[in-house]
T-cell receptor
Framework: GNSVTQMEGPVTLSEEAFLTINCTYTATGYPSLFWYVQYPGEGLQLLLKATKADDKGSNKGFEATYRKETTSFHLEKGSVQVSDSAVYFCALTPRGGAQKLVFGQGTRLTINP | GAGVSQSPSNKVTEKGKDVELRCDPISGHTALYWYRQSLGQGLEFLIYFQGNSAPDKSGLPSDRFSAERTGGSVSTLTIQRTQQEDSAVYLC?????????????FGPGTRLTVL
């Protein structure tokens, strides 16, 4: 079956630090990959996505590259801000049609000034 | 509207009561999904609707849960005889099927508390 595994949190960093949140997946075929973010008190928002191998999704300074050979989609940001404090979810859907999202367990990120 | 809307935003109910949660998807989106977010289980898929096809109910945790989508738009998730373990945030999402990524866009959720 399809599954997503994220690095365990919580993660605490200082402002301007480099961020990596690891995500690996198990899926048949070529899924689409996503990072969603949930800010305190808010709903899930799409952060970035990638639909095929070697695609790089990017948004708000965050990046993630679809690595088929390592079945990974790690989230990175070069210099985090306090406003990046949130819970981050890696997710996949199988290719084609309406399919349920399979989520990782989420990683809580706290950025200290 | 511009995004997915859900109502109510919060619902407190007593054990054994029935509740109805509503979702208004993005206009024109053909697929609608319900998920549940709870502390112990993370984000779980419940059910999805796609056009006129039979819904995929594979994620519903028990027969106390049901959902319908009227007119291909608004959806209602009903939980009968609520239990304390039903306490969670219920999230609705919609997508435009047929696009390359079928990206799902989420509403703000309904926080359900069963006393």
């Amino acid at each position: 079956g399809n599954s997503v595994t994220q690095m365990e949190g919580p993660v605490t960093l200082s402002e301007e630090a480099f961020l990596t949140i690891n995500c690996t997946y198990t899926a048949t075929g070529y899924p689409s990959l996503f990072w969603y973010v949930q800010y305190p008190g808010e709903g899930l928002q799409l952060l970035l996505k990638a639909t095929k191998a070697d695609d790089k999704g990017s948004n708000k300074g965050f990046e993630a590259t679809y690595r088929k050979e390592t079945t990974s989609f790690h989230l990175e940001k070069g210099s985090v801000q306090v406003s990046d404090s949130a819970v981050y979810f890696c997710a996949l859907t199988p290719r084609g049609g309406a399919q349920k999202l399979v989520f990782g367990q989420g990683t809580r990120l706290t950025i200290n000034p | 509207g511009a995004g997915v809307s859900q109502s109510p935003s919060n619902k407190v109910t007593e054990k054994g009561k029935d509740v109805e949660l509503r979702c208004d998807p993005i206009s024109g989106h053909t697929a609608l999904y319900w998920y549940r977010q709870s502390l112990g289980q993370g984000l779980e898929f419940l059910i999805y609707f796609q056009g006129n096809s039979a819904p995929d109910k594979s994620g519903l945790p028990s027969d106390r849960f049901s959902a319908e989508r009227t007119g291909g738009s608004v959806s209602t998730l009903t939980i009968q005889r609520t239990q304390q373990e039903d306490s969670a945030v219920y999230l609705c999402a919609s997508s435009l099927v047929g696009t390359e990524t079928d990206t799902q866009y989420f509403g703000p959720g309904t926080r359900l508390t069963v006393l």
